[in-house]
């Protein structure tokens, strides 16, 4: 009989922090689950998939900036006296033409949740707030959420967000969660196919 030895950090010596699949159908998570976000899990609870959207994406508000300033440059190639009036009339304009920019950038930034899914809820855990559960089995609707980006969930009493970069990652542990379970499909409003 051979005798057993010990091994850093399991199979092939990695320390485990990589991604990995935590339950059968569910797509990668990008790794253990931190104990900040595992400690909104209920006793016997089993994680199927979990994902943080923690940075603010600047490609839109970079478009947006952009768009503004081709339009101040076509301001300044037809009206170059724009630039030559008093301050206190110059920024109420400028202002408007960046203001889609700022948006974006508080939408961004309001977007910014975690989500576990389990065998029988998902979880939003957002930056600021307290957290919110729905039970897959009550899901009522999927739309898009067109204040913050991305999709909202609802449920008979709470509404969850899902930001845009995490929508197809959610959307697969959800399914496989709910694969072969029994419920009528009319039961849900979905009309992104976000559940299926």
């Known amino acids: 009989m051979k005798a057993l030895r010990a091994i850093n950090g399991g199979r092939s010596g990695k320390t485990g922090d990589e991604a990995r699949v935590l339950a059968p159908g569910a797509p990668r998570s990008a790794g253990p689950c931190p104990n900040d976000l595992a400690q909104h899990l209920?006793?016997?609870?089993?994680?199927?998939?979990?994902?943080?959207?923690?940075?603010?994406?600047?490609?839109?508000?970079?478009?947006?900036?952009?768009?503004?300033?081709?339009?101040?440059?076509?301001?300044?190639?037809?009206?170059?006296?724009?630039?030559?009036?008093?301050?206190?009339?110059?920024?109420?304009?400028?202002?408007?033409?960046?203001?889609?920019?700022?948006?974006?950038?508080?939408?961004?930034?309001?977007?910014?949740?975690?989500?576990?899914?389990?065998?029988?809820?998902?979880?939003?855990?957002?930056?600021?707030?307290?957290?919110?559960?729905?039970?897959l089995q009550a899901i009522s609707g999927v739309q898009r959420d067109w204040v913050r980006g991305g999709l909202r969930v609802d449920g008979p009493n709470t509404a969850l967000h899902v930001p845009t970069s995490l929508m197809e990652e959610s959307g697969k542990a959800v399914r496989s969660r709910l694969k072969g379970r029994v419920r009528a499909p009319q039961d849900i409003s979905d009309p992104l196919r976000w559940l299926s």
Request: overall charge positive; cysteine-free.
């Open 42 to 135: 209920e006793h016997g609870e089993v994680l199927a998939w979990w994902g943080e959207k923690f940075r603010v994406q600047f490609g839109l508000a970079a478009i947006t900036l952009g768009a503004a300033a081709v339009a101040l440059l076509l301001v300044t190639g037809f009206a170059p006296s724009f630039w030559t009036q008093p301050f206190s009339d110059l920024w109420p304009p400028v202002v408007v033409l960046l203001s889609p920019t700022l948006l974006v950038l508080a939408r961004e930034t309001a977007s910014r949740t975690a989500l576990l899914v389990t065998n029988t809820a998902i979880v939003e855990i957002p930056r600021s707030g307290a957290p919110k559960r729905l039970a």
